[in-house]
Each structure stands twice: as structure tokens, then as C-alpha cells.
């Protein structure tokens, strides 16, 4: 019997061993956590396929075409509170749009932009940016729910009109043009 019993006690031991390692091996930490915060911020950004156009001017012609097209890629992430995304070309000045540096001007009035196929337009409008009737709004894109984020083109034509110039002088003249979108 004792045989028996050292075996049935030897074998009770045994199996309470397996049992305690057994819960052993699970053994949980308490938890913790992480804050995550992912932020969209919104974005306009605007680039031009070129930054140069030159143009080979007739006196008192109202046809003096650009020597290449400007193509501008607006680039757009919104929030919904944002109602149209405007696309604009102005010059800081609409009395000299292009200056030889010596009083000869030419005004924005006489500087036209063709947008996307269309007719010629002069920029003779006051804009967010820019001065006082030196501007010419390109685009406006309505932003609805489902063009939170998107890109527009703009292709851009130009022509100088010197018709209302017809006594400009010979002299090399030169401007800056600027494009710049807005969402509001």
C-alpha cells in the first residue's frame, strides 16, 4: 500500500505541477493605451507648366500672340465650409502692365488672356489680389460634396492689343503676370 500510496501521492504532485505552470504561462499585464489623431490639413497650391512667354509686337496691330501657352494645375484638399476654389491673373499695376522702364506703357487693358479655348479678355477687372483693375478671374469650381480634393487646368493664351497704342515706341517691354488661386 505504501507503494501505492507514494505512487498515487507522487502522481497527485505531478498533476498539481502541470496545473500550476499551467497558469502560469497566462500572466496579463493591465492595459494601456495610445491616442491617435491623424490631421488633414487643408491645402491650395497652384503650378505653372512654364514662367516665360515672349511676344514679337507689331505696331498699332491688335494681334501679338504670346510665343507659348501657360498650362496652371490647381491642386486642391478643402473642408466642407469651403464654397468655390477662384483661379486669377492680375498685375500689381493696370497702368503698366509692361513698362520699358522709360514711361512707355503698356496697360493691363491692352494684355488679354484666352482661358481654356476661350475668347481673348483683357484684364481690366479688380481682383482679390493685385491692383485695382489689373485682374481677370480664369475659373471659378463650385465645391460640392464630392470635390473636396481635385485639380483643375487652366490653359492660358496670351495676346498684346496694341490697336489703342498706335504710337508706342520701339523698345523692349517687359511685365510680370501672376496666377494665384483662392478658396473661399
Known amino acids: 500500500?505504501?507503494?501505492q500510496a507514494k505512487f498515487g501521492a507522487a502522481a497527485v504532485l505531478a498533476m498539481l505541477a502541470l496545473v500550476t505552470s499551467a497558469q502560469a504561462?497566462?500572466?496579463?499585464?493591465g492595459a494601456q493605451t495610445i491616442a491617435l489623431q491623424a490631421v488633414l490639413s487643408q491645402s491650395v497650391t497652384l503650378t505653372l507648366?512654364?514662367?516665360a512667354v515672349n511676344f514679337n509686337?507689331?505696331?498699332g496691330s491688335p494681334n501679338n500672340p504670346g510665343s507659348t501657352s501657360i498650362i496652371a494645375t490647381t491642386t486642391w484638399t478643402l473642408k466642407p465650409s469651403v464654397g468655390n476654389l477662384n483661379v486669377y491673373a492680375f498685375f500689381s499695376n493696370s497702368a503698366s502692365a509692361l513698362t520699358d522702364g522709360a514711361g512707355n506703357n503698356i496697360p493691363s487693358a491692352d494684355f488679354q488672356i484666352s482661358n481654356n479655348g476661350g475668347a481673348f479678355t483683357a484684364l481690366?477687372?479688380?481682383v482679390p489680389?493685385?491692383?485695382?483693375n489689373a485682374g481677370l478671374q480664369l475659373s471659378s469650381t463650385k465645391i460640392i460634396g464630392n470635390n473636396k480634393?481635385?485639380?483643375?487646368?487652366?490653359?492660358?493664351n496670351f495676346n498684346i492689343n496694341l490697336a489703342p497704342l498706335p504710337n508706342l515706341p520701339a523698345a523692349t517691354y517687359a511685365g510680370t503676370l501672376t496666377i494665384?488661386?483662392?478658396a473661399i
Not at 480634393?149 to 492660358?156: A, E, L, P, S, Y
Open 49 to 51: 507648366s512654364g514662367n
Open 124 to 126: 481690366t477687372n479688380t
Open 180 to 182: 494665384q488661386a483662392q
Open 129 to 132: 489680389f493685385g491692383g485695382a
Open 25 to 29: 504561462q497566462v500572466l496579463n499585464s
Open 1 to 3: 500500500m505504501r507503494i
Open 57 to 59: 509686337l507689331t505696331s
Open 149 to 156: 480634393t481635385g485639380t483643375r487646368n487652366d490653359v492660358m
